[in-house]
């Protein structure tokens, strides 16, 4: 293939270069689909970043056609999303303090950042933060964000404005925000819900929310229902975005920083949940370090065409899927659609009743509400559950930025605790010879004069201690005497650390006296270059390292023949070692 450094760049267009004819008809069916889907959408979703509904459209263009050319998934849909709408509200909106035009500004700025950090974390193929925020956090963090939006919508629909700016604060106030409801707005809201349930019921086929939306700009401008004082979005200018750079204050930018990482972290991660679930479905792969990139490349794009940001769309990527689309052309083709109604059918959509815009936005937050998932992790998993509970009611009471960063920071604190206080085992062999664990099964048994140790995860600094501490409780327990301990080194010794180095040659200082030797079993060419940059004595007098748990139970063997046979030394072990053992636990 001609340019493959160009081809590694850009893996959709791979896949364009490499197109087959019998894909056409369905991508094209697919991207007329998701174009119906995603216009109704990116509008709602506009007035709910605070910025006009032309935006929307912008956010739509040209990101898609960025990851139609830089991303790895065939299925997924780039475009606005829920949860990152919400989030650039809630940081932009206080610090624009009533100026729309600096909104605007900070929205493009907070997106360009979004993107960059994007690009950063995939220079240093960091993809594999797809894994970082667990599914109970995310799933109580978008369980969260969908109801703060819900509730937020509401006053769109009632036709009132809430004064508080928190969730609690305006649940509080809802008696009174009812008793000024403003009734042709609420009707309007009822109409476009009805609209919506029944193209639902006896037109599935169709695009329910655009039927919804058309129908109540049609009833607002055949009736001249703007002078009841319903709101609507008003004029939105024909034409493309130019392309310019955000302008912004240098010192509210500060402010931008950390929200566009905890935005960055949450948009990638819910993207590679979708982007992941419908590769495995279509059977094929995605790199999650090009999907990064991807995701950043098309914000800063957002940004420049002043857009704002944008993640995996999992409804528009399933109407994409449930079309039958097979390329990222279905991406280019909706974007084209999408584009010629920015520059050519605008005016009709100045007719569109904010509380129509309230309502889609109602359902869509709907759909990423799964309280009954939720409940169920309480049978399955306990601590998932609190910790979905956790960041669900964090999000609930203290906000959506805040909630993000808490969640976040569990995330960070669920994998220091795996790392810091893993499981561990005690092995033995079992009537075959397999080497497995000893457990309450009885399938296993100890290796008489052996105690075989497994630590289950990477040995490090902030570990060490813990690894000693365990592996010492575990030997003291042990009802028949030993004179060798082996450890597993495959799932613990996976890097040099001087610490745990310092570790190893005080254990084994403190079993030599006791006549006990350590044997290291696994990575041994590793093992013997680490022991040599820290300057540890391995083999006879030292540790000794062996290729694998099965060799070492063969030479331990050996060895012991030997000794019984007078051919090995013997170490003597003094009276005061048990003491000086337990004092180490």
């Known amino acids: ?71 790895t998934s065939r299925q997924l849909i780039v475009g606005p999303d829920a949860a990152t709408c919400a989030v650039i509200a809630a940081v932009v909106t206080p610090l624009a303090a009533g100026d729309s035009m600096k909104h605007w500004q900070l929205v493009m700025t907070m997106t360009a950042m979004t993107g960059f950090w994007c690009l950063i974390a995939s220079r240093f193929r960091l993809g594999v933060l797809a894994d970082f925020l667990s599914k109970p956090i995310l799933m109580g963090l978008l369980n969260g964000v969908a109801i703060t939006i819900i509730v937020g919508q509401f006053s769109k629909i009632f036709g ?4 508080e700016r928190y969730l609690i604060e305006r649940l509080s106030g809802a008696p009174s925000y009812l008793t000024k409801t403003h009734w042709p707005t609420l009707l309007m809201g009822l109409v476009t819900l009805l609209t919506y349930a029944l193209v639902k019921r006896y037109r599935p086929q169709w695009p329910a929310s655009m039927c919804a939306m058309a129908v109540a700009a049609f009833l607002v401008w055949a009736f001249n229902l703007t002078s009841f004082n319903i709101n609507v979005v008003g004029e939105v200018s024909a034409g493309l975005p130019s ?80 079309n039958g689309g097979k390329s990222q052309l279905v991406s280019i083709i909706a974007a084209v659609l999408i584009a010629l109604v920015a520059l050519f059918f605008t005016a009709p959509l100045k007719y569109i009743p904010s509380s129509a815009l309230g309502v889609v936005l109602v359902i869509a937050s709907i759909s990423l509400i799964d ?34 960063t808490l969640a976040v920071l569990l995330g960070l604190f669920q994998f220091l605790a795996t790392v810091m206080r893993p499981t561990d085992q005690v092995l033995g062999l079992d009537h075959k010879g397999v080497i497995r664990s000893v457990d309450d099964s009885g399938k296993a048994k100890s290796v008489p004069g052996v105690f075989i140790y497994r630590f289950n995860s990477p040995l490090t600094y902030f570990n060490a201690t813990y690894f000693k501490r365990r592996l010492l409780e575990k030997f003291i327990r042990e009802p028949d005497p030993v004179d060798c301990i082996i450890i597993d080194a495959v799932p613990c010794f996976t890097h040099l650390d001087l610490s745990v180095m310092a570790m190893l040659a005080d254990l084994h200082q403190l079993l030599k006296k ?32 062996r290729p694998d748990l099965y060799l070492a139970l063969k030479m331990n063997q050996s060895y012991k ?25």
């Open 371 to 404: 309280l009954k998932a939720l409940w169920n992790l309480r049978v399955r998993d306990r601590s998932a559950f609190l910790l979905a509970c956790t960041t669900l009611f964090s999000v609930l009471f203290i906000g959506v930025i805040p909630g993000i």
């Open 514 to 545: 006791r006549g006990i030797r350590l044997v290291l079993a696994g990575r041994k060419r590793q093992m013997l270059g680490w022991f040599e940059q820290a300057g540890m004595q391995s083999g006879e007098g030292g540790i000794l390292i």
């Open 160 to 163: 009132f404005t809430f004064d």
């Open 1 to 71: 293939m001609k340019f493959p450094s160009l081809v590694s760049f850009m893996p959709g267009l791979a896949l364009m270069l490499q197109y087959e004819k019998q894909w056409l008809r369905d991508d094209v069916r697919a991207g007329l689909s998701v174009a119906a889907v995603a216009l109704p959408v990116a509008i709602a979703y506009a007035q709910l970043t605070g910025v006009n509904a032309a935006v929307g459209l912008y956010s739509c263009v040209l990101p898609m056609l960025v990851y139609a050319l830089f991303g």
């Open 243 to 322: 392309f310019q750079a955000p302008v912004f204050d240098i010192g509210i930018a500060r402010e931008l920083v950390v929200p566009a990482l905890n935005l960055a972290m949450v948009s990638f991660v819910s993207m590679m949940l979708t982007a992941r679930s419908f590769a495995a479905k279509n059977g094929y792969d995605i790199d999650a370090d090009k999907e990064f990139r991807a995701l950043g490349i098309a914000n800063i794009a957002s940004a420049l065409s002043q857009g704002f940001a944008v993640s995996g769309a999992d409804s528009r990527t399933a109407v994409n899927d449930a």
């Open 561 to 585: 023949q030997a000794l019984a046979e007078g051919q090995a030394p013997v170490i003597k072990k003094a009276p005061e070692d048990d003491v000086l053992l337990y004092s180490h636990l």
